[in-house]
Structure formats: C-alpha cells, structure tokens
C-alpha cells in the first residue's frame, strides 16, 4: 500500500465528497502522523507556555509553520492514537447504549478521568488543521477546516445515537410582511426524531441548536446574538450551546516568534452573559486555564467530554 505523504493528505482535506464517517477521520490523522514521523519536521517548544509546540515543515514547503499544539492533548504517536482511537469508537458505542448513566458505569471511571476523549478529538482535528497550514496560502484551506470541525462533532453526535443536521431557517419579522430573517445553523441536535411542524416555527421544542466553531475569536458575540433573536423572533426560549475546539494563537513574544496569546474575551464573554442572555453550555476541547480558575467563567464554561458524556443528555430530554 503506498505510503502518504503530505501533498496528498492536502488533496484530502480538500475532497468535499470525503468525511462522512469517523473512520475517515481516523484515516487522514493517522496518516498525517505516520507523514511527521517520517519527514521528522521541526519540533519548537513555546518559550511563554511549555506545553504548547509548533512544528516547522521543510523547505519544501517554505518551512511554514503550524498552529500551536497542546502537548498535552495532542497525540504525536501514530500508534498511541490509534490506540485510543479505539477506545473512542468503543466508548461512544457505550454512551449510545447506556446514554447519561454511561459516566456511572463500573470500569469507566478511570477511562473518564484520563480525559482521553478530549485528547482524541483535538489531535484529529488539530492533524488536519496543521495539514492546512502546510499549503502555499493558508486561506486556501481555513474555512475547509472550521467545516470539518463542525461535521466531526455531528458525526460523533449521530454516532451516540441522537439525531443532528445543519439546518438553514429563515424567521419572518414581526410586524414585517415579506421579510425574514435566514439563518444558517451549525447544528440542531435531539434525541428523538423531532418532526417539525407549522406550529413549532421551524425549532422543535425538543431540539438544541448547536455552533460549532474552531476558536470564538470574532465569533462570541454572533453565537450569544443569534440565541438572543432566534428566541425572540420564535417567541420562545431556544437552547443554544457553543462547542469550541480551542482559544489559542502564536503570538510574537521579545526576539521570539513562538508565543502563545490566548484569544478568549473575558470581559466580552460576561458581559454579552449579563446583557442579552445565557447560553445553554459552552464547551471546549481544550479550555484555557483562565476557563477553570475563574468562578464565573467555571460556572458556564467545561470540556468537551463533559458535553458528550453528562450535558447532552440533560439538554436533550
């Protein structure tokens, strides 16, 4: 079989008609690994956070550098994230079959606390988004891969056996004859097949309405507005829940062009809370340690895995 190399897992991320299953998924990280353990690129460790890595391709490829990784979730063994690919797959299985009462299970807990669902999650999608970093142009590739982010978190949703698809609703306004307001949903998730009749304007009361986004940089307010007028306009609450894969960027730090700034606004985050209103749970892969410290934020922001394993039931009832 031939071997990948970095040129054709670009043709990849590319191919629209591809990842429309989890094993796809595992196919281009995977590959994408094996390619790093072969070509041996750069290694950079941050100076400002340690846990955090770049690496730098050849000059092949103009020695483009990629995002940052976090260390700490990100698998850079083909063989230990195939591995816990693995154990991924068979987890969601056993969501699928036990749903909320999946966490409680004997023999899970140790699985739960390596919090290796998370890991997974980011070292996919983060392999792509490095792949995207390799091109000539990285706006080549940059709204393919907040695409895919959105459709793995659908794939995985559909695989613990809940009913989710991107929707496109277009509200009237009020008072407004002939005029309505489009709106392009990442997600609307349930549990049970909800049939959406003239009566329930489009949003079942029983589904959630999910975005899904790589960084809320630029895209925090949009996701707090859009729960705010989608109730308003429906006249009836809508629960909203964010999924963010991380909050990080390089960030040029003295002499070094290796630092890391985190792009979470605090103070925009609280504010948009107290002003228009909550949202229904925000959930990142890799949460900023300002996300775990700070009791406000603590009380509306977690991980990922949380979502997948507790928050997505209760929402879902």
């Known amino acids: 079989m031939k071997k990948m190399t970095l040129p054709d897992l670009q043709t990849s991320v590319q191919d629209n008609s591809a990842f429309e299953e989890l094993k796809d998924y595992f196919a281009i990280c995977n590959a994408f690994l094996q390619v790093m353990q072969k070509d041996k690129p750069t290694r950079i460790v941050s100076p400002s956070q340690s846990n955090y890595i770049f690496y730098q391709y050849a000059p092949s490829y103009g020695h483009k550098i990629t995002r940052p990784l976090n260390s700490n979730l990100f698998f850079e063994d083909a063989a230990g994230f195939k591995d816990a690919f693995e154990r991924f797959v068979v987890f969601l299985r056993y969501i699928k079959k036990h749903q909320d009462a999946a966490a409680r299970q004997k023999g899970k807990q140790s699985y739960i606390a390596s919090k290796e669902i998370n890991k997974v999650v980011?070292?996919?999608?983060?392999?792509?988004?490095?792949?995207?970093?390799?091109?000539?142009?990285?706006?080549?590739?940059?709204?393919?891969?907040?695409?895919?982010?959105?459709?793995?978190?659908?794939?995985?949703?559909?695989?613990?056996?809940?009913?989710?698809?991107?929707?496109?609703?277009?509200?009237?306004?009020?008072?407004?004859?002939?005029?309505?307001?489009?709106?392009?949903?990442?997600?609307?998730?349930?549990?049970?097949?909800?049939?959406?009749?003239?009566?329930?304007?489009?949003?079942?009361?029983?589904?959630?309405?999910?975005?899904?986004?790589?960084?809320?940089?630029?895209?925090?307010?949009?996701?707090?507005?859009?729960?705010?007028?989608?109730?308003?306009?429906?006249?009836?609450?809508?629960?909203?829940?964010?999924?963010?894969?991380?909050?990080?960027?390089?960030?040029?730090?003295?002499?070094?062009?290796?630092?890391?700034?985190?792009?979470?606004?605090?103070?925009?985050f609280l504010g948009y809370t107290v002003a228009l209103n909550k949202l229904d749970g925000v959930y990142y892969v890799d949460p900023r340690p300002e996300m775990l410290v700070n009791e406000r934020l603590r009380e509306q922001i977690h991980d990922f895995q949380q979502f997948l394993i507790q928050d997505l039931w209760k929402l879902s009832v």
């Open 122 to 268: 980011y070292t996919v999608q983060q392999s792509i988004g490095c792949i995207g970093d390799s091109f000539e142009n990285a706006n080549q590739s940059r709204k393919r891969i907040g695409q895919l982010f959105e459709n793995f978190i659908k794939l995985i949703i559909l695989e613990v056996g809940l009913d989710c698809e991107p929707r496109t609703i277009n509200i009237p306004i009020p008072d407004y004859p002939g005029y309505e307001m489009s709106y392009e949903l990442d997600l609307v998730f349930s549990r049970n097949k909800a049939i959406v009749a003239s009566e329930t304007k489009f949003i079942h009361p029983s589904e959630i309405v999910g975005s899904v986004k790589t960084t809320s940089k630029d895209r925090i307010d949009k996701v707090f507005l859009d729960k705010y007028l989608i109730s308003k306009l429906l006249g009836r609450n809508i629960p909203v829940v964010a999924i963010f894969l991380h909050d990080v960027q390089r960030a040029k730090r003295g002499e070094s062009i290796f630092g890391i700034n985190s792009t979470f606004k605090t103070n925009h």
